[in-house]
Nanobody, 124 residues
Framework: QVQLVESGGGLVQAGDSLTLSCGAS????????VGWFRQAPGKEREFVAA????????YYADSVKGRFTISRDNAKNTVYLQMNSLKPEDTAVYYC?????????????????WGRGTQVTVSS
């Protein structure tokens, strides 16, 4: 079974940028849509961004629209989340996930595989 592995998290200051990566270990993303979710302490996991296969269409949560950019390099089997103008409220564990049903309505219930997550902490 393909394992999703996130990397790139860390501690940054408000206004900084960070790029997260998600790789597929032991396989490929196949033709699945891939998305990013996040979960802050005491809160439910929420959708952040998603990208279709092969990458022509993207979707974003309103809270990150204009600041975050999702992209995929299918040759490298990697999906990225470029995060700019980070805010303290972006602090969370970020997870990547695959969804065989597509990117448009991606949600926690439609995802079929999760990574273990990477911590992003934004200080004020």
């Amino acid at each position: 079974q393909v394992q999703l592995v996130e990397s790139g998290g860390g501690l940054v200051q408000a206004g900084d940028s960070l790029t997260l990566s998600c790789g597929a270990s032991g396989g490929t993303f196949s033709t699945y849509a891939v998305g990013w979710f996040r979960q802050a302490p005491g809160k439910e996991r929420e959708f952040v961004a998603a990208i279709s296969w092969p990458g022509r269409t993207t979707y974003y949560a309103d809270s990150v629209k204009g600041r975050f950019t999702i992209s995929r390099d299918n040759a490298k089997n990697t999906v990225y989340l470029q995060m700019n103008s980070l805010k303290p409220e972006d602090t969370a564990v970020y997870y990547c996930a695959t969804d065989p049903s597509g990117a448009r309505n991606m949600g926690v219930r439609s995802v079929n595989s999760w990574g273990r997550g990477t911590q992003v902490t934004v200080s004020s």
